[in-house]
Structures are given as C-alpha cells and as structure tokens.
C-alpha cells in the first residue's frame, strides 16, 4: 500500500511564505508525476502544480512566478515552496502521486491546511 503524509500547512499573512511537503511511503514503483491540488471551500479541486519523475513541471496560471515545485526523488518526496501568499491561497491543499504499477494508480494524501489572513 502507499501513503502520502503532507507537511507545512498553516496560517500565515499576506505577503508570506510557506513550505510544503509530502512524503510517500510504501511501495513506490515507478513515479510518472507528483503534485500538489487544492481545494477552498465551496470550490472544486484544482490543480496547484504537478512534476514528473524527470524534473518537468507546470502550473496553474494563479500561482506561476510564486510557486516552485521540486522533487526529491531518493526521497520520493515533493515540495512546494510558496511564496507572496494571497488570500484567494486559502484552501486544504493536497498531495497526488501516478505511479506505474498494473497500469496506471493515483494516489492521494489527506491534505494540510493553509490560511492566509491578516
């Protein structure tokens, strides 16, 4: 079975910075991407940003220019490091791993909060 457990949500101000991570565990075959989707209340889920095993990553327009996303592969762990945080960020954001095992398998995290508020 895998796990994800994600780290380094919290409330912050406006203009601030966090780091979130996440970590999977288990049996790890071979990862095709890992990525971070967030949801705010009353919204749906939406994609926050998403990196391949081989360093590519997109975006979703909000957050390009204030997000990176890193990862560590030896680790089979993923970062996102945000920066000039906006309140619209409020939301539980969550970790997702495709991994190739039998096909195609999606994994999810539970999720970590983030407020941003003054």
């Known amino acids: 079975q895998v796990q994800l457990v994600e780290s380094g949500g919290g409330l912050v101000q406006p203009g601030g910075s966090l780091r979130l991570s996440c970590a999977a565990s288990?049996?790890?075959?071979?990862?095709?991407?890992m990525g971070w989707y967030r949801q705010a209340p009353g919204k749906q889920r939406e994609s926050v940003a998403r990196?391949?095993?081989?360093?590519?990553?997109n975006y979703a327009d909000s957050v390009k220019g204030r997000f990176t996303i890193s990862l560590d592969n030896a680790k089979n762990t993923v970062y996102l490091q945000m920066n000039s945080l906006k309140p619209e960020d409020t939301a539980v954001y969550h970790c997702n791993l495709e991994m190739w095992a039998a096909g195609l398998n999606a994994y999810w995290g539970q999720g970590t909060q983030v407020t941003v508020s003054s």
């Open positions: 990196i391949t095993s081989g360093g590519g990553a």
């Open positions: 288990g049996i790890i075959f071979s990862i095709k991407t």
